[in-house]
């Protein structure tokens, strides 16, 4: 089944969630978790595939737009990452191993950008680590 550009702006967008839930896993998110992020999105997310958003920049954006949003609203670290688990459940095909290798790499240096990795950062890593199969 061939993924369409809404579904990948979908899943950009989940990454946001997911990527924020790790950042605020103990309720707040540190300049240096945003800057691994930003890090990230530049450096690896934005060469993975050749989608655009609505506004017809590279889709990964969409990471960096719902992280930025959901840091100003500080919604619940839980109800985020519970998105970005059940789109991963109902999108089985765009995770290869590239893909959740790169998903792995930028949660973990998140939880490890500011003074290591805290516990609330590792249950939920521990979490993501089972949900790709790792």
Request: glycine share 2%; aromatic share 12%; charged share 30%.
């Amino acid at each position: 089944m061939k993924v369409t550009a809404d579904t990948m702006n979908h899943f950009y967008q989940n990454l946001g969630k997911l990527f924020f839930a790790i950042a605020a896993a103990d309720k707040k998110v540190t300049e240096e978790e945003v800057t691994a992020l930003k890090k990230h999105v530049k450096e690896n997310w934005l060469d993975l595939e050749d989608s655009t958003d609505y506004f017809g920049s590279d889709a990964a954006h969409q990471i960096e737009i719902v992280f930025d949003y959901l840091v100003d609203e500080m919604p619940d670290a839980e109800d985020c990452y519970r998105d970005f688990a059940d789109f991963r459940k109902k999108h089985d095909s765009i995770f290869k191993q590239e893909v959740k290798d790169m998903i792995w790499k930028t949660a973990d240096s998140i939880a490890s950008s500011f003074n290591g990795k805290n516990k609330s950062e590792l249950v939920l890593l521990s979490r993501l680590a089972q949900l790709l199969g790792r």
